[in-house]
Nanobody, 115 residues
């Protein structure tokens, strides 16, 4: 089992920045991916950014150039630096850990961007 603990959400004005953190613990496999998804009210959960253990990244078009995903030195921590935030970025952000066909999720952290 893998446990994910997120932190860093909150309320910020449009144009501001936030940094989300997620730490994974438990049975950590050497080949894995980590990332962030988000879900706004009334909408489906969507991919925000993912990063492989080797450092390859992928982003949703809506956040490219504004968000940066990175992993910590231990590879069990993932960060999401969010700059130039917009009201449409308001959502619950979920940390994700994937290995093979297994998916693990954090409890979610609220990000609210006021206009």
């Amino acid at each position: 089992q893998v446990q994910l603990v997120e932190s860093g959400g909150g309320l910020v004005q449009a144009g501001g920045s936030l940094r989300l953190s997620c730490a994974a613990s438990g049975t950590i496999f050497s080949i894995n991916e980590m990332g962030w998804y988000r879900q706004a009210p009334g909408k489906q959960r969507e991919l925000v950014a993912v990063i492989t253990r080797g450092g390859s990244t992928d982003y949703a078009d809506s956040v490219k150039g504004r968000f940066t995903i990175s992993r910590g030195n231990t590879k069990n921590t993932v960060y999401l630096q969010m700059n130039s935030l917009k009201p449409e970025d308001t959502a619950v952000y979920y940390c994700w850990y994937g290995v093979g066909v297994r998916n693990y999720w954090g409890q979610g952290t609220q990000v609210t961007v006021s206009s």
